[in-house]
């Protein structure tokens, strides 16, 4: 049974991008359930909380840096 479950465009893109890259990786059709049961596997983010100890200078930099990232980035659907 299906259930259907709300979530952010930004969101919904990831999942997309994420089916691709598996789907190229693994060579078969990726849903984005399957998407979904690939990041389930790799643990909780808030498991990394206290793993890097920066300065908030490094924070700043590495913010910064996302943010130019994002910038360049586009979505590429498969």
Not at 1 to 22: A, F, P, Q, T, W
Not at 33 to 55: Q, R
Request: proline letters at 0%; glycine letters at 8%; hydrophobic letters at 35%.
């Amino acid at each position: 049974m299906g259930i259907s479950v709300k979530i952010s465009e930004d969101n919904y893109r990831m999942l997309c991008s994420l089916s691709g890259r598996l789907q190229e990786k693994q060579g078969k059709t990726v849903t984005i359930n399957d998407a979904i049961s690939h990041l389930s596997k790799k643990g909780k983010l808030s498991d990394l909380a206290g793993s890097w100890k920066m300065t908030d200078k490094e924070v700043e930099e590495m913010f910064s840096g996302l943010q130019k990232g994002w910038k360049n980035w586009s979505i590429k659907f498969a």
